[in-house]
């Protein structure tokens, strides 16, 4: 009697072997490899990070001191984690906005200190503690991708970052006034901009044209206040400009740019100059995120017993919605945000106790049926808890 033949069954399952993660990164539940903005509470309220590959616009408040420290922010955690930087204005000089970063809180143990190597992406963090030495030899489990650096840091504004820091980290900085570049029909003042993004992604090859001999690493795209006036932009200075299609055009372009390289853009607007709504919701539909900061400055607010200690709303108009149908909804949009001496955060807005209206009616009305109806004696009432 023949033997069985046995048979092997085919499986198109191959184990992977895992990547190495990049600096400053992490990868979410839903396969998105994501960084830090630089303030816990905006990581927060983006569902966890801005997502490599997108494209966050910001709307100025009036005075352009907030937006403007989101983006110092956003800069400065990408100098903490090594990351390239690339910075465009034209207002201010980038190098004044580089050297004005504030100072971020380091912990010895996760980040190296200046003028030592950086660690490969994949090494192991060192484990101080002690084991039996029957369980020396046996492999270590690794729950969690490895990274010598955590998720997000926190910074000082009262002290400025230290140059042996700045000086570790590569700067791409784009300013208008020193440019000479010809301008484009559909571009119009940003084509050298968009120019310049181009060859920086693809001379340090973030777009993987040139990725052997090099470690993956992640741009920082930071653009300042796109849309005034110092840019040759007229959206801010008529409902009908004659560029009315060269910031979307460019929002576009960029978008485009950054879906195909490991490359994560900050841009700033001041929204509530711009006279046509029509551009503006062109931009933000261009947009993978879009949050609104709104002063108290000059404002009845600020005098407000209800907003007395916070500085202005934070507003999520847009919430980003990648490799996924349906986009994550924040717990809670009554977002405010203060400035402290040290720090700027952003939070949920509570309300103070003795401001419910509830409680004081109903006090107010047991107080007069006691001293009307006579049910109690003089002088004496229920306390309401």
């Not at 408040?61 to 903490?80: H, I, K, M, N, P």
């Not at 970063?101 to 003028?115: A, E, F, Q, R």
């Not at 900050?266 to 062109?282: F, N």
């Not at 040290?342 to 807005?349: C, T």
Request: net charge neutral.
């Amino acid at each position: 009697m023949a033997a069985p033949m046995q048979t092997q069954v085919c499986s198109s399952f191959r184990r992977s072997a895992g990547r190495a993660q990049l600096r400053g990164t992490r990868t979410t539940g839903r396969a998105l490899l994501t960084t830090s903005s630089g303030v816990t509470g905006l990581d927060r309220a983006l569902g966890g990070g801005l997502a490599v590959g997108s494209l966050l616009l910001i709307e100025e408040d009036q005075t352009d001191s907030y937006s403007r420290l989101l983006l110092q922010y956003f800069l400065a955690e990408g100098v903490v984690c090594r990351h390239q930087l690339y910075l465009a204005s034209a207002r201010d000089h980038p190098d004044d906005i580089i050297q004005n970063l504030p100072l971020p809180i380091l912990d010895d143990d996760v980040t190296p200190k200046l003028g030592e190597p950086l660690p490969p992406p994949d090494a192991q963090p060192p484990d101080p503690m002690k084991i039996a030495w029957r369980y020396q030899n046996l492999p270590k489990v690794q729950t969690e991708p490895a990274s010598s650096f955590r998720f997000g840091h926190y910074y000082d504004l009262s002290k400025r970052m230290d140059p042996q820091l700045l000086q570790a980290t590569q700067f791409h900085t784009f300013y208008l006034p020193e440019e000479t570049e010809e301008q484009s029909s559909s571009l119009g003042p940003y084509s050298g901009l968009l120019q310049s993004i181009q060859t920086v992604i693809r001379k340090e090859g973030f777009d993987g044209s040139s990725s052997q001999g090099k470690v993956r690493n992640v741009l920082r795209l930071g653009l300042h206040s796109l849309g005034s006036a110092l840019w040759g932009d007229d959206v801010c200075l008529t409902e009908s400009p004659a560029h009315s299609y060269a910031l979307t055009t460019f929002l576009y372009a960029l978008r485009a740019l950054l879906r195909s390289s490991l490359s994560v853009a900050v841009v700033t607007v001041p929204a509530h100059l711009i006279q046509s709504k029509s551009v503006l919701g062109r931009m933000v539909k261009l947009s993978d995120a879009v949050v609104a900061l709104e002063s108290f400055c000059s404002s009845e607010r600020e005098t407000s017993t209800v907003y007395r200690e916070y500085h202005g709303l934070f507003h999520i108009r847009q919430v980003p919605h990648l490799n996924c149908l349906v986009c994550e909804v924040p717990d809670n949009k009554d977002l405010v945000f203060k400035l402290k001496r040290k720090q700027f955060s952003i939070e949920k807005l509570h309300l103070p106790p003795d401001l419910s209206e509830t409680v004081s009616r109903v006090s107010k009305s047991k107080v007069e049926c006691a001293s009307g109806c006579g049910s109690a004696p003089s002088g004496h009432v229920q306390l309401d808890f």
